[in-house]
């Protein structure tokens, strides 16, 4: 019974995690609008505010990743040993994909936070 209380509590995060992502998804259309606004204008404004935006919604983003790497490793943790040899390598699988879009998460945010315009309007 407590393990089925436990999955439903995940549940619920991850129906929280899917309106974090609608809000991501609307707010990300926000920054394309700036960053449009920034290629037609060449307004350090716009490209301050679009720049600003995705920073923000990576960072989020890598939250929820965080989220999935844990409940991974802990759903790992718990299985260890006891589950068949094919069930504990998608176990492993899962922990390794997490890992993975956790890394990237973290490799984007670098990526957005150290990109800049240079002297002639090019991304570097």
Do not use: C, H, P
Not at 24 to 30: E, H, K, L, Q
């Amino acid at each position: 019974m407590k393990e089925i209380e436990e999955q439903l509590n995940e549940l619920r995060i991850e129906d929280y995690i899917w309106i974090i992502f609608i809000f991501i998804s609307i707010v990300a259309i926000v920054s394309d609008y700036f960053e449009r606004k920034w290629l037609l204008n060449k307004n350090r404004k716009d490209y301050q505010t679009f720049k600003t935006i995705n920073i923000v919604l990576l960072t989020i983003s890598f939250f929820v990743y965080l989220y999935f790497v844990l409940l991974s490793y802990k759903k790992y943790k718990q299985n260890y040993g006891k589950k068949s040899v094919r069930e504990m390598f998608f176990t492993r699988l899962d922990l390794l994909a997490s890992a993975l879009f956790l890394i990237g998460g973290l490799l984007n945010i670098f990526i957005e936070s150290n990109s800049d315009v240079g002297d002639n309007n090019v991304f570097l």
